[in-house]
């Protein structure tokens, strides 16, 4: 049986059972759409529905089509993740009835897939659009329990390239390009870097301060000192060996990214630290 521990990819323990329908190489473009299908309906119940609950009931939102949830939420959760829910629906609609005219590649089909599991990212960058990074102590630590791809795509998003870069957005690209060298994508965190020196949105003390920090990430890495998350149960063992640390002021001023996390690593079981340490930092001092 698949399970959610094992995955790399950031999937809530209710889609265990449906793991086999949306990822595996041998379901068809049809099963693997109408999965996809499914998959929006139990993350918009998990993740995006509280409002929702709150205004009209329990009982009331349970009677609400597919198209009528995606209408209530609108574009409160940002236009990439209506369109996104969109997509996914009309393709899982067309997989769920008989049309000989209409038909669902296999790229077609792992398109959906793929919208389906950015969806928890897009929460998050919509989390974080609300409430910065830098709003509240140790938000930084919790986000960065997550997958370095999760973080890679959010923070990407999230960042403002502009000339001057202002110190929130250089501490992004900062936590980018570790992001990026986390996740094996070393030469996208180079190439973004050359980009903006040549721009002259960062000078050569930043451009030499993030690329001795990747260096010095790489180093760690291959020494195999840094608890990265590669499956879901190193984000569980990450996220708790984070939050436990917490005090209770930080815990009540980072209480939503908290919930948005907790609720995609609810009774996943976590891994062990091993020998790895939490809480290391790998930049060099000096930006001068």
């Known amino acids: 049986m698949n399970r959610v521990e094992t995955q790399e990819k950031p999937i ?4 265990e059972h449906r793991l086999a329908d949306l990822l595996s190489d041998t ?10 299908r499914w998959y929006v309906e139990m993350f918009i119940d998990t993740f995006l529905s509280s409002d929702i609950k709150e205004k009209i009931g329990i009982a009331q939102f349970r009677k609400l089509s597919l198209g009528e949830m995606i209408q209530s939420i609108g574009e409160s959760f940002g236009a990439e993740m209506r369109s996104s829910l969109l997509l996914i629906k009309n393709f899982g609609d067309r997989a769920s009835h008989y049309n000989p005219s209409s038909f669902i590649s296999h790229e077609d089909a792992e398109k959906v897939v793929s919208t389906a599991i950015d969806l928890f990212a897009l ?3 919509h989390e974080l659009k609300t409430n910065p990074l830098n709003s509240a102590s ?3 630590t919790i986000f960065s329990t997550i997958f370095p791809s999760v973080r890679e795509r959010v923070l990407r998003d999230l960042m403002v390239l502009s000339d001057p870069l202002d110190e929130y ?3 992004l690209l900062h936590k980018y390009c570790l992001a990026c060298t986390k996740n094996g994508n070393v030469n996208k965190a180079r190439r973004k870097l050359d980009e903006l020196r040549k721009k002259n949105f ?11 920090s990747i260096r010095k990430i790489q180093a760690a890495m291959q020494l195999d000192m840094l608890p990265i998350p590669k499956r879901m149960e190193d984000c569980a063992r990450n996220f708790e060996a984070v939050v436990g640390d917490l005090s209770a002021e930080e815990a009540f001023e980072n209480s939503r990214l908290i919930e948005l996390i907790q609720k995609l690593l609810d009774q996943v079981s976590s891994s062990d630290m091993l020998h790895y340490a939490g809480g290391q930092v790998y930049a060099i001092e000096n930006q001068g």
């Open 202 to 212: 960062i000078d050569e003390a930043r451009y030499y301060f993030e690329v001795e």
């Open 123 to 125: 929460a998050l960058i």
């Open 12 to 15: 809530p323990k209710s889609a």
């Open 138 to 140: 140790s938000r930084a």
């Open 169 to 171: 957005n250089a501490a």
């Open 27 to 36: 379901s068809s473009p049809e099963t693997k759409a109408g999965t996809a």
